[in-house]
């Protein structure tokens, strides 16, 4: 529960910076179990799985599903001044339970949500999936 309050404020923060056109900063850098479960606990958290979908999981519960669009695919481009995405994913609602773990250069990651569900659901435009 307290990883989907401070996920939850992270993202409420983000439709604060969608309204000043702030770019989407996300940090996906992986780390095994053994060199983030320390003492000094200084790893972020992995969510490279599933990113799009839990920032479209609370701003579906912000009721700002017109936000993500432009927060994840626009704010950054423009900001940095290089040409937008051309290519689209689909989101739709469809609940998946995160793996407990995924494979990492010999040890183990333990992705955000392990073993939780996630709400929504990305494939590729057109995919059918």
Not at 7 to 14: H, R, Y
Not at 86 to 112: K, Y
């Amino acid at each position: 529960m307290r990883d989907k309050v401070i996920f939850t404020d992270v993202v409420c923060s983000g439709l604060a910076l969608c309204r000043r056109r702030e770019p989407w900063h996300i940090t996906c850098l992986p780390h095994a179990r053994p060199t983030k479960e320390t003492a000094c606990g200084c790893a972020g958290i992995y969510t490279a799985h599933a990113a799009i979908e839990l920032y479209v999981e609370v701003f579906d519960r912000a009721g700002a599903l017109d936000k993500p669009d432009a927060f994840a695919s626009f704010h950054g481009p423009d900001h940095y001044k290089l040409p937008r995405n051309t290519e689209n994913i689909t989101l739709s609602r469809g609940a998946w339970t995160v793996p407990g773990t995924f494979p990492f250069d010999g040890d183990t990651l333990v992705p955000f949500r392990a073993g939780a569900t996630v709400e929504w659901s990305a494939s590729p435009a057109g995919s059918g999936a």
